[in-house]
């Protein structure tokens, strides 16, 4: 996403087309003959174009998906969201969790980008588009799991040392190991369907986390998201509301409970 990027609403004429671009895409939305246009256009050919313009600009043929509106629908919005399956995050390096240690860890999580078009005088959800293209891998045991998408950028100790791409998410987990013996970190898979989206006008972040285990017991007890992002975002407003509605207590409890048995913290099979 641009820096400074602008969340607000945007008004859009008929016959006038605009172009965002967000991580590695760039997206054109065309209001014309009482329809909705938008599409994916690549880099090469939006580059050539200026920031907005009328019909008769666009010599190029694109690959428009298309909607009805009234003539006095006039408003589009692009909104951030979580990837469509959970997420796996690994630390750069082996990490250990020392005996009744805490740790805190930050996670990036790249945004899919919402269109949304007022259609018969509300606003609709058009489209979606990812920012990056995820891989997909699975969570879990040979007999139980989860799907979900990995993650390129790794889960850092420390926010500043290198900066956060800004069609990012920030993801702040704090983990706790409440045992006597040292934990290995090998991933973290984090299910995003109860998280919100926050802008700082600077970085987009999401609901801080803890995790407490105890091994001895073989529990992950204590998996818990907060309101808000943690205080390292400062002065945040929410953008996006949890795609399936808030929860304190995280779904993936059980998840974590199984790899915990086999005394391999966030094991890759």
Request: charged content about 25%; some cysteine; aromatic content about 10%.
């Amino acid at each position: 996403m641009s820096e400074a990027m602008d969340w607000r609403e945007i008004q859009l004429g008929d016959g006038q087309w605009m172009k965002r671009k967000f991580g590695q895409i760039w997206l054109f939305v065309l209001s014309a003959r009482h329809e909705w246009r938008v599409a994916q256009v690549p880099s090469a050919v939006a580059e050539k174009l200026p920031d907005h313009g009328v019909l008769s600009d666009l010599t190029e043929r694109f690959n428009w998906q298309r909607w009805n509106r009234c003539a006095e629908d006039t408003q589009i919005h692009f909104r951030p969201a979580y990837p469509t399956l959970p997420v796996v995050a690994r630390p750069r390096d082996a990490f250990f969790l020392s005996p009744q240690g805490r740790t805190d860890f930050y996670v990036g999580i790249p945004a899919c980008v919402d269109v949304l078009g007022g259609c018969n005088g509300k606003m609709m959800k058009l489209c979606s588009f990812s920012t990056e293209n995820l891989t997909k891998t699975w969570h879990g045991t040979t007999h139980h799991g989860n799907l979900a998408y990995a993650l390129r950028t790794e889960a850092r100790r420390d926010l500043a040392a290198e900066p956060f791409v800004l069609h990012e998410i920030i993801f702040k987990v704090e983990i706790s190991n409440n045992g006597k013996v040292h934990l290995p970190f090998e991933r973290l898979y984090v299910e995003t369907q109860h998280l919100a989206i926050f802008d700082n006008g600077r970085q987009l972040w999401g609901n801080a986390a803890r995790i407490h285990i105890d091994p001895e017991n073989h529990s992950a007890s204590n998996i818990t998201y907060a309101a808000n992002p943690s205080a390292d975002a400062g002065d945040v407003t929410q953008l996006t509301a949890p795609r399936e509605g808030r929860k304190r207590s995280s779904v993936f409890r059980s998840s974590l409970a199984r790899v915990i048995d086999q005394f391999d913290l966030f094991q890759e099979i």
